[in-house]
């Protein structure tokens, strides 16, 4: 048996450049062959029939946790967690504890993900020294060892100077940020979306306006620098409509959403179950089809997990002092799917070489599916329909509102750097 080489055949094949019929063998790392009716050798053959074969996914922001909170997630099990779902690339975010602000902290990130080896970590960099918005950090150092995102996600970059320096900084450097769009002093103590619900609970609210104020300075702080900037976890009718605007323009602004943000709505808050205690919080359904509307028509490019393990002890606490977050990795492409009326070659883009190119990764990640080209691979059943097993999530944490949740569309096998990391729906390693 050679360990180095798996067949696949029978797949319906989904790129960049479209929809056809292939089989294609993978060797040392890389995709060695591409046919019709390729014939098995003394490889590992995977019949896929039926099945959708595509770059894999990509992953603007998951939370890994380590270092500093290994309760809630460690590099190796959120790994894990990416690659039941398909992804073969995560960034990850940096409000670790100490934080990813410094050459030795994004090192340690990197060197610990490349140990596991279950999919590319990719560590951004804070925008600023302990994400607490006065001084920037190091940015080409960071950017040096490789960081090609920066964000203070967690909170945003208040300071409109400081932002202002930090786009012309990353602009020289040709690294993105991306920012968190919350003005924190409409957005104190507050548990859920400002609004008819949270009237009727008598929860402190999130205003919209609190993210729409900060999208609107970035855009325009973008136009003004001319750097790039990608828009994180965009919720509100008006933010789409504000990017919308801005895209129009020509204006290099990106933008993501997560899948809860297209599934789920404030009323959810109801129940005040902190597994849908989110930041940005859930919003209306008014909201929910806007996002939607932006997924599909492009105004949003990737859809981004924002996987946000919490343990147990800190999700069980009263709404107001439990954590926001929630998972996302194991499921993002079951709910997206559950979700999103769109092609699968549009979905799948959202998911993969948008968020690549994004993220500064499309060397590696997001590829055609060609000879030569990366085996960084997916395989989806795109007619299974599934729930959650809250046993079997590889995620440390469990603080996820998708159980008991009916999804479309499975991950069935995961190829990094051309090897089986998930197989059948189970990790290999
Ligand atoms: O819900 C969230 N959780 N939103 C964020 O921006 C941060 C994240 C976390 O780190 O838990």
Not at 313 to 340: C, I, Q, S, W, Y
Not at 389 to 404: I, M, W
Request: proline share 6%.
């Amino acid at each position: 048996m050679n360990n180095n080489a798996v067949l696949l055949t029978g797949a319906v094949v989904i790129d960049e450049s479209g929809e056809r019929q292939l089989d294609i063998r993978l060797r040392d790392g890389v995709i060695a062959e591409v046919g019709e009716a390729l014939v098995a050798g003394d490889e590992e053959h995977l019949d896929v029939s039926g099945c959708l074969l595509a770059p894999g996914f990509v992953d603007l922001h998951t939370h890994l946790r380590e270092p500093g909170m290994p309760e809630a997630e460690t590099i190796e099990t959120g790994s894990r967690a990416a690659a039941l779902g398909g992804y073969t690339a995560v960034v990850a975010m940096p409000n670790t504890d100490p934080t990813q602000d410094c050459v030795e902290v994004v090192e340690f990130v990197a060197k610990r993900g490349r140990e596991v080896g279950l999919c590319d970590v990719r560590p951004s960099g804070s925008i600023t020294i302990g994400r607490a918005g006065h001084q920037l950090t190091p940015f080409a150092d960071l950017a040096a060892v490789g960081v090609r995102l920066f964000t203070d996600d967690g909170s945003g970059v208040q300071d409109e100077g400081l932002m202002r320096r930090a786009l012309e900084y990353a602009g020289e450097l040709g690294v993105v940020l991306a920012q968190h769009c919350e003005v924190a002093s409409l957005t104190a103590g507050a548990v859920m979306h400002e609004g008819e619900c949270c009237s009727h609970l008598g929860l402190p609210g999130w205003p919209a306006l609190a993210e729409e104020l900060m999208v609107h300075r970035d855009i325009e702080l973008s136009r003004l620098t001319g750097s790039p900037v990608h828009l994180l976890h965009l919720s509100t009718a008006r933010s789409v409509e504000l990017v919308r605007a801005a895209k129009a323009e020509g204006l290099p602004v990106t933008a993501e959403a997560t899948p809860h943000h297209i599934s789920l709505n404030d009323e959810h808050l109801s129940s005040f179950d902190t597994r849908y205690k989110v930041n940005p919080p859930l919003r209306t359904i008014a909201d929910i089809e806007a996002v939607k509307v932006g997924l599909i028509d492009g105004t949003i490019d990737a859809i981004a997990t924002d996987h946000a393990p919490h343990p147990s002890a800190a999700k069980d606490r009263p709404l107001d002092e439990a954590p926001p977050g929630m998972l996302g990795l194991e499921t993002a492409l079951g709910v997206a799917r559950a979700h999103l009326d769109c092609s699968w070659q549009h979905l799948i883009g959202a998911m993969s070489w948008r968020p690549a190119k994004i993220a500064g990764l499309s060397d590696s990640q997001g590829r055609p599916i060609a000879v030569g080209e990366p085996a960084n691979l997916v395989v989806i059943d795109p007619d299974a329909e599934w729930q959650v097993d809250p046993h079997a999530l590889a995620s440390r944490s469990s603080n996820t509102p998708f159980v008991g949740v009916d999804l479309k569309a499975k991950v069935r096998h995961t190829m990094f750097q051309g090897r089986v990391v998930v197989r059948d729906g189970i990790a290999t390693a």
